[in-house]
């Protein structure tokens, strides 16, 4: 079981110490550094898990001890920070105030309990009421920023973000993450307070609670290789005129922004080969475009056009290509010359196979009528 373990540890260990040196390494943005950050601490978390089950390097040094805990204590607030770049796309220097229990007890721990206290007993110093409140403390962290990212990902959603789907897609690891080392305390915490013993032993039950360990950092291993599986897992439900604000963010830029955060490759081709259709050749207003004609268009499956347009764009291809349309009639509306031009010609022209569905798409997108339209503008 010990061989087990060592495996399973080193391999977790090495591949979150490459990730993190893989993000160190490339190109540099905010949300790079956060994620290096945190596949760092990940791999530090792995090998002083390992340490403390299966060698005896902390009962002969009992001074590095503080290591566990002031990782555990960094997740949280990291995590925080991460999701609060997501939303507001810039970090304000007030978050960093979060860091400030790891910080304290990092600083109590060196300052006090390895300086002025005569000697240190780690065994001791676990079954104590300090070491105790100390354990309460970081089940506390991991459950309010637990919540707190819950909180953050659902306005991320409410707020329709097109352009923020790779830190969106991050957001929903790290909460499945939270949740999982949440679970992983509960009972660690179950075993401090009700069996005196956190670290040592080998039970069944103990050897369960390494494998829920091994589990959230191997998941999130495995999910950085393809950040969209996770979108799954929390899709908050939006209204339709939540739907239409992203479609109605969709600029040229932003499409273009979406298509280099893609982290498929074959969905990222298939999104650059949409771009010049539809801002160049406007191919939406073909009344008779379907998706598999587009695919055929592009000379892609018809299931990479439905992953793009679900998953990334958060719509379907009927909505999509109505957007286009509706837009199309809007800039066809706002001319001068427009007032003598009915509105079936529009609808026509625009590639609305009635005039009822050019009236009713358009209603659905600006909220009110193409009359209504012309004459404001």
């Known amino acids: 079981m010990k061989l087990i373990f060592l495996c399973l540890y080193s391999w977790v260990a090495i591949q979150c110490f490459l990730v993190a040196v893989g993000y160190a390494m490339g190109k540099r943005n905010v949300l790079k550094r956060l994620l290096c950050f945190f596949f760092f601490l990940a791999g530090g978390l792995a090998v002083v898990h390992y340490t403390y089950r299966f060698t005896g390097f902390f009962i002969t040094a009992p001074q590095f001890a503080f290591f566990h805990d002031v990782i555990e204590l960094c997740f949280g607030p990291l995590i925080y920070v991460l999701s609060s770049y997501c939303y507001k796309e810039r970090i304000l220097t007030s978050l960093f105030a979060h860091f400030a229990p790891p910080l304290a007890y990092l600083l109590y721990f060196v300052g006090v309990k390895l300086q002025v206290a005569p000697s240190f007993d780690l065994a001791a110093y676990v079954a104590s009421n ?13 459950l309010f920023y637990t919540f707190a990212t819950f909180r953050k990902i659902k306005q991320i959603r409410q707020r329709g973000m097109p352009i923020s789907f790779l830190s969106g897609a991050w957001l929903n690891i790290f909460f499945i993450f939270l949740l999982l080392k949440s679970v992983h305390l509960l009972v660690l915490f179950f075993f401090k307070v009700y069996y005196n013993e956190l670290w040592f032993g080998n039970t069944v039950l103990r050897t369960a609670v390494d494998l829920l360990f091994f589990l959230s950092l191997a998941m999130v291993l495995m999910a950085q290789e393809n950040t969209s599986f996770f979108r799954r897992f929390l899709r908050f439900k939006t209204s339709d005129i939540g739907q239409f604000e992203r479609l109605g963010q969709l600029s040229e830029h932003n499409f273009l922004t979406i298509s280099s955060t893609i982290d498929e490759k074959h969905i990222r081709q298939c999104s650059e080969a949409l771009y010049p259709l539809i801002y160049k050749e406007k191919v939406y207003v073909r009344p008779d475009l379907d998706q598999k004609a587009l695919a055929a268009a592009i000379k892609m499956p018809s299931r990479h056009i439905t992953r793009l347009l679900n998953f990334y764009f958060q719509t379907n291809f009927n909505e999509f290509i109505n957007y ?18 009915k509105m079936l010609s529009i609808s026509m022209d625009c590639g609305f196979k009635s005039e009822s569905a050019f009236y009713a798409n358009f209603r659905r997108f600006t909220g009110t009528t193409p009359k209504k339209y012309r004459e404001k503008s």
Do not use: C, D, G, M
């Open 130 to 142: 300090e070491h105790t409140t100390l354990v309460y403390f970081i089940l506390f962290s991991f």
């Open 324 to 341: 286009f349309k509706v837009n199309e009639a809007k800039r066809l509306l706002q001319r001068q010359n427009s007032a003598p031009i």
